[in-house]
């Protein structure tokens, strides 16, 4: 079993601020920190104007940055053998390939928002698994800009808009705006209600006692550019087009189930019945009632599964033995096409579940999975130095 440890905040801070120094030859001015998320339910519903319930992790990305006197923009990753440099006036939508643009996006961004950001260097450093469907993208948005609001002592009202701004317009990733909205107002033993047609955020207490997180990266890396995340959306859009609604948010599903086009209206079908098992998780969880959890995670990820066509084998395995072993509730979370599970595990099963899940991939000759401990935790902010 392969546990990922989110390691210590203030380690991790100290260790980032040690390898800018020998990278520049200067410490840096400042660090953000950003998490990661797992979604506890309300997948693809962002994008539709829908609800999300999401959980900021305490795995999470850290960016160092130093400004510059010049126009030179300078990032390195500590993950990642390639660095990038450029100028200001280079970056822009569709201009920077791979990972750098989720970083050097927002410096764009928060430009484009009218903050005073001249060159900078930059070096990120991440705990958050990479293409596990855990919002690595948004964790290392945030971070940056965390770091890059506090070079000019401003406040992170724009950080949000600045992540997605960076992930739709400079990546080209059509993402919704959950990850970078609770990896920024993520609070520490709540998961996040974030209604995505009134922008209004909800923290829901977790009364996990008893009970774990347990997320297992199933190492199918999933990529939100390749085109299946993409042509969800179009279905969704289309659904809404033909239906007379802004988004399928206002649909009703006696509407959704008269469309005539089979893979649109399944797509939609998907979309209307997530949003009220959001509603009905947030009601269960006001009442610690986690075996009512159960029936709804299973529903959610049938859903996914048949209607939304974004799980696979990894992801269906996972989750169907998490539930033999023990666990309350299981399913796949993320955007789909690879990434992770989400499951609730009593305590004194979580063992149990990720040696059965283990045993399972290799009967199936999967790659090894990873797991970690979905500890509900704190939003972007400053790492003091």
Known sequence: MTLVDPGDPAELAASVRSAFADRYGEPPTSIGRAPGRVNLIGEHTDYNGGLVLPVALPHATYAAARPREDEVVRVASLQEDQPWEGSLDRIGPGSVEGWAGYAVGVLWALREAGHDLTGVDLLVDSRVPLGAG????????????????????????????????AETEVVGAPTGG??????????????????????????????????????????????????????????????????????????????????????????????VTE?????????????????????????????????????????DCAVAVAVQAGAVAARMTGGGFGGSSVAVVPDERVEAVMRAVDAAFVLEGFRSPLHLRAVPSAGAGVVPG
């Open 134 to 165: 855990l919002s690595s993208s948004a964790a290392l948005e945030c971070a940056v800009g965390v770091a890059l609001l506090d070079l000019l002592g401003a406040g992170t009202d724009d950080l949000v808009a600045a992540g997605i701004r």
């Open 178 to 271: 959950m990850d970078q909205t609770v990896a920024v107002r993520g609070v520490e033993g709540a998961a996040l209600l974030i209604d995505l047609e009134s922008g209004e955020t909800t923290p829901v207490p977790l009364d996990l006692a008893g009970h774990t997180l347990l997320v297992t990266d199933t190492r199918v890396a999933h990529e939100l550019t390749d085109g299946g995340y993409g042509s969800r959306r179009a279905d969704c859009e289309e659904a809404a087009r033909q239906l007379g609604v802004a988004t399928l948010r206002a649909a009703t599903l006696e509407a959704v189930e008269a469309l005539a086009d089979d893979r649109v209206r399944r797509r939609a079908r998907h979309v």
């Open 275 to 315: 949003i009220q098992r959001v509603r009905d998780t947030v009601a269960a969880l006001a009442a610690d009632d986690w075996d009512a959890v159960g029936p709804i995670f299973d529903a959610s990820h049938r859903s996914m599964r048949t209607d939304f066509e974004i799980s696979c084998p990894e992801l």
